[in-house]
């Protein structure tokens, strides 16, 4: 009996084993049919000069960035469209395509499951990451929150203390400094100003990364190294890529998997906390979002992820490319405090919001600033049924359509031949600011998903802008480099923008 059943554990052995080879097998060979498919589909032997150069990166002889390579294949494109064939993507700086994207076939290029894919570990079910009713749900929210007077009052408040008590005494505490001590990264300052103030105004908490010592947050370093790798696994040829070592926890995703642990770790504490001091009558959106949605603290970490993206990231790109810019054109600073004097009564005052709405320069050197450098250099939608663009290109249901910006700012087509000149003059009309249609300048995106922060950018944007130029002299270290940008869900400066500062006299 006992020797029946010995060999009867023998026979479970050897099925058991037979019954795993088979299983992994099969599910071995179900993958690299997948792959085989996906490849096929791509088109990766295409021949065509686009792909051969995206593939051997050759494009890099001759363009410092990869937006400069797009921006260029677009501009010699007759309908302002082009085609990577390896990447599945259809990419356009045609405002006709743009607008039909955006508004008169909407429902046809949502985000879609790829891209939700792609920045779910990140952004999980936050508003940039989500289509249909949960994206209409956390927008009406934030609408009626973004657009009330107390909470853009509040907006400013904390703006303004943060310049008053830490970006000026900062900025002051280099002038004059000759060393190398002098010198100041100034993209760091502007994303560490920016972080504390998304944090004070979104959850009511201070991480006080702009203090005189700037010092180093793990939290903020994380979310950087999230939103590199996540933008990265947009450039891989196959999802398959990243995807492999997602499972076996290498490389590039295991990094991300570590950055966003401490990301969630914070954004659960920051949540922890807010509880704790009480929720009702409190100023901050999260304590708003609170309110309704208070029993699930992963929906609402994904909620904050979502506005420190969009309240960090992209203040601190516009801010940077502006002192850049102005940096070579010093014509504009002295029209901007020119303009300062006679709102304010004198440079160097940070604005009320009466004081801004009559600041039209100012505010047209703001746009003309994200014309050339948009914050976000490119936006990717899914089509969903087989389509035609206005311009006649023919879209594949489940092809990704990107429309470019950073491309669209340096077209002659939309700007006319001085496209490449910094000119806050072309968007005033006898000194008052005109605005273009949204589908030109796609900045803000347009139709149901134009940006809903965009007031509240630009107010914390002109305060900054008037309150250094007003009261420093601000020179980049090396004026003639142009700005090489580093993978990024937002245009990030690679190397950040290293300058000197000279407090202004009189």
Same mark, same amino acid.
């Given at each position: 009996m006992s020797a029946l059943s010995v060999n009867s554990g023998y026979n479970l052995d050897a099925i058991s084993t037979v019954f795993c080879f088979l299983f992994f097998f099969f599910t071995a060979m179900f993958s690299l049919f997948s792959l085989l498919l996906f490849i096929l589909r791509l088109r990766p032997w295409c021949n065509c000069h686009v792909c051969r150069s995206f593939l051997t990166s050759s494009w890099t002889k001759d363009f410092a960035n990869f937006c400069d390579w797009y921006a260029h294949l677009l501009r010699k494109s007759p309908t302002g469209t082009i085609h990577i064939h390896v990447l599945g993507n259809i990419v356009t700086s045609n405002p006709e395509n743009v607008e039909y994207m955006l508004k008169t076939r909407f429902d046809n290029y949502p985000k879609g499951k790829p891209f939700t894919v792609l920045l779910g570990d990140l952004l999980g079910r936050g508003i940039f990451?989500?289509?249909?009713?949960?994206?209409?749900?956390? #927008?009406?929210?934030?609408?009626?929150?973004?657009?009330?007077?107390?909470?853009?009052?509040? !907006?400013?408040?904390?703006?303004?203390?943060?310049?008053?008590?830490?970006?000026?005494?900062?900025?002051? %505490?280099?002038?004059?400094?000759?060393?190398?001590?002098? +010198?100041?990264?100034?993209?760091?300052?502007?994303?560490?100003?920016?972080?504390?103030?998304?944090?004070?105004?979104?959850?009511?908490?201070?991480?006080?990364?702009?203090?005189?010592?700037?010092?180093?947050?793990k939290f903020a370093d994380a979310f950087d190294l999230a939103s590199k790798l996540s933008a990265e696994r947009a450039m891989t040829s196959s999802p398959v890529f990243w995807k492999i070592k997602r499972f /076996?926890?290498?490389?590039?995703?295991?990094?991300?998997?570590?950055a966003v642990r401490i990301i969630d770790?914070?954004?659960?504490?920051? +949540?922890?906390?807010?509880?704790? &001091?009480?929720?009702?009558?409190?100023?901050?959106?999260?304590?708003?979002?609170? !309110? +309704?949605?208070?029993?699930?603290?992963? *929906?609402?970490?994904?909620?904050?992820?979502?506005?420190?993206?969009?309240?960090?990231?992209? @203040? %601190?790109?516009?801010?940077?490319?502006?002192? *850049?810019?102005? %940096?070579?054109?010093?014509?504009?600073?002295?029209? @901007?405090?020119?303009?300062?004097?006679?709102?304010?009564? #004198?440079?160097?005052?940070?604005?009320?919001?009466?004081? &801004?709405?009559?600041?039209?320069?100012?505010?047209a050197v703001l746009y003309e600033t994200m014309r050339l450098f948009p914050p976000v250099q490119f936006d990717s939608k899914f089509c969903q049924e087989d389509d035609v663009l206005p311009d006649g290109t023919f879209v594949k249901s489940g092809t990704r359509v990107t429309y470019h910006p950073y491309a669209m700012g340096r077209m002659e087509s939309i700007w006319g031949p001085d496209c490449l000149d910094f000119k806050p003059e072309r968007w005033l009309k006898n000194g008052v600011y005109s605005p273009v249609s949204p589908y030109?300048?796609?900045? /803000?995106?347009?139709?149901?998903?134009?940006?809903?922060?965009?007031?509240?950018?630009?107010?914390? &944007?002109?305060?900054?802008?008037?309150?250094?130029?007003?009261?420093?002299? @601000?020179?980049? %270290?090396?004026?003639?480099?142009?700005?090489?940008?580093?993978?990024?869900?937002?245009a990030t400066v690679r190397g950040g923008l290293p300058v000197r500062v000279e407090e202004r006299r009189g």
């Open positions: 990451n989500v289509d249909g009713d949960m994206w209409r749900f956390q #927008r009406k929210m934030a609408s009626l929150e973004l657009g009330s007077v107390t909470v853009r009052s509040h !907006a400013l408040e904390v703006v303004a203390a943060e310049i008053q008590s830490r970006l000026i005494p900062l900025m002051a %505490s280099v002038s004059g400094n000759d060393s190398d001590a002098g +010198i100041l990264d100034l993209q760091d300052v502007f994303r560490r100003f920016s972080f504390d103030n998304i944090c004070k105004f979104s959850f009511g908490l201070d991480p006080g990364c702009l203090e005189p010592s700037l010092p180093v947050s /076996f926890n290498v490389g590039s995703e295991k990094q991300l998997k570590e770790d914070q954004a659960k504490e920051m +949540i922890k906390q807010r509880r704790q &001091m009480g929720y009702v009558a409190k100023n901050d959106l999260l304590s708003r979002f609170m !309110a +309704i949605v208070n029993d699930d603290d992963q *929906y609402l970490r994904d909620i904050v992820v979502s506005f420190l993206l969009a309240g960090r990231d992209t @203040i %601190s790109s516009g801010l940077t490319s502006l002192f *850049y810019l102005l %940096s070579q054109h010093p014509e504009v600073k002295r029209a @901007i405090r020119e303009e300062s004097d006679r709102v304010m009564g #004198r440079a160097g005052a940070i604005p009320s919001f009466e004081h &801004m709405r009559e600041m039209h320069y100012l505010h030109k300048y796609p900045v /803000f995106q347009g139709g149901d998903r134009v940006c809903l922060g965009k007031e509240l950018a630009l107010v914390e &944007m002109k305060c900054v802008a008037a309150a250094l130029v007003g009261r420093f002299d @601000i020179q980049v %270290s090396q004026p003639g480099q142009p700005p090489r940008f580093a993978p990024g869900l937002t």
